[in-house]
Structure formats: C-alpha cells, structure tokens
C-alpha cells in the first residue's frame, strides 16, 4: 500500500474558494499505534489542533486493554494505557471513547461486563495530567440488573464538566436513552430519562454548542419507525426529542447505524444512515442556529452505502461526512464535503475496508484544515489511521 492512497484531480480543491491553482486534497496513510489485534478505534479532538486515538489491543495471553494516543506533527506519540482487565467488553458496535474537556483533562469511557457475567455496565474515569493516571471508575446509572448498558456518547459542559449519555436495557423492551453530568470535581450527577423508547444498539452522538450539549441518536416509535431525533440539553434539563428529517424508515429489527452529530459554535451537521423505501443512503442536514432548525437533507453516497458515518463541522457551515460504500471488489472508506449552501464536492477515498463487521465504524475528526481518519483493516484485524490534508 503506497502512502498517497488518492489524490483528486480538481481545480476547485476540497475547501470552498480555493484558488484554481491550490494543490489538490490527498489522504496520506500515517503509520498507526496501534499494535496487531486492535479494535474499536475512535478519535477525539483537543485544544490547538491535537487528535486523540482511543482503541482496544487484545494480547495473546493477557486481559484485554484499552489505550491512547495523540497525533504531533511527527505522528502518534508512544500509547498509553487507560486500563487493563479481564471484564473490558469487546464489540465491534459498541465501542469506548475519549473526551477532552475543562481546562485539558480527559475523560475516558468504556464497558465492564457484569459480576454475574449478564450484561455490562458503563465504566467513566478521567485524568488531570494528561493520560498518565486515571481516576477511579465510575457508573453513571443507578441500574446494576443483567441488562446492557452502552452507546455511549459524551459532551463537554460549559461548566468545565461533561455529560454521559447511553442506552439503558434495564427495560430491555423497551431501551431507554439516559443522561448523566458529571462535575468539574468528578462529583457525578443525577442520572435523567432522555427518551423513553429508542432504537436499541445504534450508537449515539454529543457535541457542544452554546450554553449545552446537542445529542443524536436513532429513535424508535410504536410502528417501528426508526428515523434520527436530537435532544439539547441546556445546563439544567433536556429537550423533547425532535426528529432531523422523516425518512420514515420502518424496520422490525435494529439497523446497527446510529448518527454523528458535530458542531462548530452554532453550525451543526448531522449525518446519518437510512434504507427507507430500500434504497440505501446517508445524507447530512446542516444548522446554522445551534440545531434549533435544520436544512433539507443532502445525500452524499455513491449509490451503495453501508453507512457506519461520522462527521465533522467548518468555521464556513460546511460538513465533511464520512462514511462505508460497499463496491463490486469490497468495500471503502470515503469522505464528502457539503458546503454551506447544500453543494456537494468530489468523494475521497480514505482507504479499503470490508463492509463486514470486522471492519467495524471508521472514525473521522478534525484537526485545523486536516481530518483524521481510522478504521480496521480486517485482514490483518489492526487499527490504520490517515490524515486528509485540504488547504
């Protein structure tokens, strides 16, 4: 594999208003810290441009564990580890993350299978001093049944704390949507019922806007109508639900295809999957008022899309979605930028991936006028990372 994996022969380049002569967006592959056996990556930014890689090494003959990384203009820096123990939960689906937040510390999630060995529960620690030491876990819901307690997302307040939101199986049928603050002291909030009924293991998604949180996440109605709605949470209480756009995709089983959901002040874009009418698509609606109101949906696949997104937000309004479409040999990662105005500009070609499972949710984030990207090379079952430099 070459390290130029694609370069897009356009003069209009990837950022609106790039001059006809700027040099064309490429993704370059970047020699990935993560060791063989890695799984579940996710990326996560701080402040002055620096990307965090989290994911998960599975050793021969020693319990699973969790590390990270950052990305320095040299490339990632030697792992750390956040924690190492027989009951870390492995799931291609339901993975941990890492979250900068306050004034530089980090808060780490990830899930512990239950003493009886039924279910698992949400483990939350974070550190002071830069990744070195780790607090205490804590759960952030009261429930400790044998139910599944996952797909997490977290948000930082702008208290200097964050918010933990996850699936809650104590129900089983049906999962609940929960959210939890934790302080700027680690003293751990009150645990509060988002939304009653959802759709039971797409991932969530959280990001900062002005004055609160913004989360998104698959619903679930009555008839099985498992479109994307978004909640805002203010710094006292959560929103009513309110659904981004009606695909009105009825389907009698979960999908695995939860949204992602960015914002840059009060620019939001969410993006998101669907097979309404069975016909495969992921489209991205955009906000320019703190995802009060959204734009009319803007499809960005190619024709055969697995889904698996992620997105980031621009200063400008603009999105850059990444997503999973399948193609005759396999399958790939790619990325799309949506301007403002709704334009869509050529796909990039991130790098090859299987639309099987192995491959698990490529991750994206934003670094100035750069995205980071990861995903799983299910052939050699290892985490690769790249780099898509814009201008």
């Known amino acids: 594999m070459t390290a130029r994996l694609l370069t897009i022969a356009t003069a209009l380049g990837l950022i609106t208003g790039c001059a006809a002569d700027a040099p064309a967006p490429h993704v370059q592959e970047i020699a990935s810290p993560a060791g063989p056996r890695s799984q579940g990556p996710n990326l996560a930014a701080g ?25 320095t203009v040299e490339g990632w820096t030697q792992p750390r580890t956040i924690v190492q123990t027989e009951d870390l939960i492995v799931n291609y689906a339901d993975f941990p993350s890492l ?9 780490a999630h990830w899930m512990a299978a239950a003493p009886d060995g039924e279910g698992y529960h949400v483990q939350v620690a974070w550190s002071r001093d830069g990744g070195e030491t780790w607090s205490k876990p804590v759960v952030p819901h009261t429930d400790r049944t044998a139910a599944e307690h996952g797909f997490v997302s ?3 307040h702008p208290d200097g704390g964050f918010s933990v939101i996850w699936l809650d199986g ?58 994307i709605s978004i909640v805002r949470f203010d710094g006292a209480r959560w929103s009513e639900p309110r ?29 998101w999957f669907t097979a309404a009418s069975d ?12 995802g009060e109101t959204f734009g009319a949906p803007v499809q960005v696949d190619g024709g055969n899309p697995s ?37 869509l500009l050529p796909f990039v070609v991130v790098g090859p991936a299987s639309p099987a499972t192995s491959s ?32």
């Open 307 to 343: 889904g698996r997104v992620d997105v980031a937000v621009l200063e400008s309004g603009s999105a850059m979605v990444s997503w999973l479409e399948r193609t005759n040999e396999n399958g790939e990662v790619r990325a799309r930028q949506v301007d403002a105005n709704g334009s």
């Open 47 to 71: 402040p002055d441009g620096a990307v965090y890689l989290s994911w998960i090494e599975i050793p021969d003959s020693a319990p699973p564990v969790l590390k990270f990384a950052v990305k």
């Open 154 to 156: 977290m948000a930082p």
């Open 170 to 227: 104590r129900k089983l049928d049906p999962v609940a949507m929960m959210a939890a603050s934790v302080g700027p002291d680690g003293a751990l909030g009150a645990e509060t019922r988002v939304d009653d009924r959802v759709c039971e293991c797409c991932q969530t998604s959280a990001a900062a806007v002005p004055g609160g949180v913004i989360a998104a996440y698959r619903d679930r109605s009555d008839a099985e109508v498992r479109d």
């Open 243 to 271: 659904t981004v756009f009606a695909d009105k995709w009825e389907i009698y089983a979960c999908p695995v295809n939860g949204p992602a959901v960015a914002a840059q002040g009060k620019n939001v874009a969410v993006a």
């Open 279 to 290: 016909k495969p698509r992921v489209h991205v609606a955009l906000s320019s008022n703190g």
């Open 360 to 391: 698990g949710f490529p991750r994206m984030e934003r670094s100035g006028n750069s995205f980071i990207f990861a995903w799983i090379d299910a052939q050699s079952e290892r985490v690769r990372t790249a780099v898509l430099q814009t201008h």
């Open 99 to 107: 979250l900068v937040y306050g004034d530089g510390m980090l808060a």
